[in-house]
């Protein structure tokens, strides 16, 4: 049974920074699309960033350049590092996953249906 679990969420002053983690039981993370989603308050899930296996990573462009996604499989973990935080970044985030079907899989267009792993979520509040 896979599980997904994020950590690090919080209060954060407009430029401030964060790290959210989300830790990974029963999945191959080698072999698996890794991405950060958030949920604003009022407003619809969108992507944030996405992490493949084969080393790509791709990012929405509200967030391009202040957060970076990165991996550790063999901790399995994803982890998400924002900086110059935003009142504009407050969501709640969350941590979803799925495997890849091959090296022609590229989850930079996969629909959020295609993430198959959810975590229970983490708040980030940015005030100004």
């Known amino acids: 049974q896979v599980r997904l679990e994020e950590s690090g969420g919080g209060s954060e002053q407009a430029g401030g920074s964060l790290r959210l983690s989300c830790a990974a039981s029963?999945?191959?993370?080698?072999?698996?699309?890794m991405a950060w989603f958030r949920q604003p308050p009022g407003a619809e899930r969108e992507g944030v960033a996405r992490s493949d296996p084969f080393g790509s990573t791709t990012y929405a462009d509200s967030v391009k350049g202040r957060f970076t996604i990165s991996r550790d499989n063999a901790k399995n973990t994803l982890y998400l590092q924002m900086n110059s935080l935003r009142p504009g970044d407050t969501a709640m985030y969350y941590c979803a996953a799925g495997y890849v079907v091959g090296y022609s899989d590229s989850c930079a267009t996969w629909p959020p249906s295609r993430f198959a792993f959810w975590g229970q979520g983490t708040q980030v509040t940015v005030s100004s």
């Open positions: 029963g999945l191959t993370s080698s072999r698996s699309c």
